[in-house]
């Protein structure tokens, strides 16, 4: 009956509302282990009021992208570096920064990309040390995520991490630093008048979610550091957000609890489910107390690394291949980007007829793995481990048929392209050492891949050699110079400048 009802209320939420999505429940069970955490870090946090002071602590995150057996439906890295960026939003005045740690765990094993809440061996075995385990799945049951209080890990289903609002991950991560539910006890089945009348005058309750019974928590905040969540920003929520789909309880005002006094929930509070149509979710005061306190509690976590705190706020510009371009040899392309602050890699995705993935410190990448005659798309991400929210459009281009040489030049080193950026109408210097004497050819190409100059040199001997360029009659802008013998031949980009 349960599933019909959570059926029900799925077909609700995605026909009377355009913003709220489908209502998230979680699977975190509240053991009473993880209540007597709870009880510890208010314990704590009495004893230590300095922790209410959001001093940043650094909080780093293990991503385990897991994917079928076969290795099929991985979840793609670039929206793990955008919730990262969205997870540090709602958590920005907490004093807790999370940074990735380190690469990806890419993990092929069907039994944790459809797992149920009750099967954790498989996690806990890939666990890695220090680091808050998050393993990106397919399914979790039927729920959109857990913490495991006795596994310490998380797991997320892709189609719940991905949400824009990332109610679901921050949530999770609440748990992970102890928070409970609001609601804890409610979960199976909320309030409702007929059950329940205008007064609720139980003094505890449980639900599947619950190790024993929680007490009931009351409005005037009386018993609010032993009742419910432990914590007294948070008001009494007998689960009313669970049944709803507006940013509103329905029974505000007209539900008391057992001392008659009515109460006043907190519909948009990140722990709590309704039917996700807020504008905005947050934590309480109360909540990033217990959370710092708890991060303090830990020796389970590294907290000497201080990450690159530098936020990315821009979209690299793109120069080359420029849209709707054909580039002039297909196996001989390097995309060009520029620089943004914050970034300390980019991921180059290159799409169309075949794709590719790429990741690099570097602000260009050269590739001679594109075919003839075809159509391309390319953006790029800049990355940080703090994460990201910026990506580039995508860029149509097309690849002509025209061939070159590998981008390698033998028998040549040392190769410089100076000045770079370059004023327009001042001389580009070239210099290079050659094991021994070549034929060398060199061209200026600009960023539509035209060849607006070229100077052949004829053979030249072995040693230093040095010529200059002219760039008298060219406007503003990337130009690629390429350097070719009969050995190949090497790209180098430069700019012009105003
Ligand atoms: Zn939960």
């Not at 009880?39 to 991503?63: A, G, M, Q, W």
């Not at 928070?179 to 309750?205: M, N």
């Amino acid at each position: 009956m349960k599933k019909v009802l959570n059926l029900l209320t799925l077909c609700l939420v995605a026909f009377t509302s355009n913003t709220a999505y489908a209502q998230f429940n979680c699977s975190t069970h509240h053991s009473d282990q993880f209540m007597k955490r709870l009880d510890n870090n208010v314990k704590y946090l009495s004893e230590h009021p300095e922790t209410k002071d959001p001093t940043k602590r650094y909080v780093p995150i293990k991503f385990h992208l897991v994917a079928n057996t076969d290795g099929d439906g991985r979840m793609p890295e670039e929206f793990v570096y955008r919730q990262m960026c969205r997870i540090n939003q709602d958590y920005d005045t907490l004093g807790l920064v999370f940074y990735i740690d380190g690469d990806f765990n890419y993990l092929d094993n069907t039994s944790i990309y459809e797992h149920t809440g009750t099967q954790f061996g498989p996690m806990v075995q890939n666990k890695k040390p220090a680091t808050i385990n998050v393993f990106l799945v397919n399914t979790v049951g039927d729920a959109g995520g857990y913490y495991s209080p006795a596994g310490d890990f998380v797991a997320i289903p892709k189609e719940y991490f991905l949400r824009e609002d990332n109610v679901p991950f921050s949530h999770e991560i609440g748990h992970f630093l102890s928070l409970a539910h609001p609601h804890v006890g409610w979960e199976d089945e909320p309030y409702t008048p007929a059950q329940y009348g205008e007064c609720v005058t139980i003094q505890t309750v449980g639900s599947s979610q619950t190790g024993g019974q929680i007490v009931v928590e009351l409005q005037d905040g009386s018993n609010c550091t032993t009742a419910a969540d432990r914590i007294c920003d948070t008001p009494p929520d007998y689960g009313f957000m669970q049944s709803t789909n507006t940013c509103n309880n329905t029974w505000e005002g007209t539900v008391k609890d057992r001392n008659n006094d009515l109460i006043y929930t907190l519909p948009n509070s990140i722990m709590t489910y309704n039917g996700y149509a807020c504008q905005t979710y947050t934590f309480t005061h109360g909540q990033a107390n217990m959370m710092r306190a708890d991060y303090d509690n830990r020796n389970n976590l590294e907290k000497d690394y201080v990450p690159n705190l530098v936020q990315i706020s821009s979209t690299p510009v793109q120069n080359f291949p420029e849209a709707f371009s054909t580039v002039d040899t297909y196996n001989s392309v390097t995309f060009d980007w520029d620089p943004v602050d914050g970034a300390t890699s980019y991921m180059l995705v290159i799409g169309g007829q075949s794709s590719q993935k790429i990741i690099t410190t570097e602000t260009e990448y050269f590739t001679n793995s594109l075919e003839a005659n075809g159509s391309y798309s390319w953006k790029v991400y800049p990355i940080s481990e703090i994460g990201s929210c910026f990506a580039t459009n995508d860029i149509l281009f097309f690849t002509g048929d025209n061939t070159s040489a590998v981008n390698e030049l033998e028998n040549v080193s040392s190769i410089s392209v100076f000045p770079n950026p370059v004023s327009v109408s001042k001389d580009l210097h070239i210099s290079m050492d050659l094991d021994q004497a070549l034929e060398i050819n060199i061209s200026l190409v600009s960023n539509t891949g035209k060849v607006v100059k070229t100077e052949q040199y004829g053979l030249v001997s072995k040693g230093s050699f040095t010529t200059s360029l002219s760039t008298d009659d060219l406007s503003a802008g990337i130009y690629l110079v390429k350097i070719a013998s009969d050995k190949g031949q090497i790209v180098k980009r430069v700019l012009l400048s105003k």
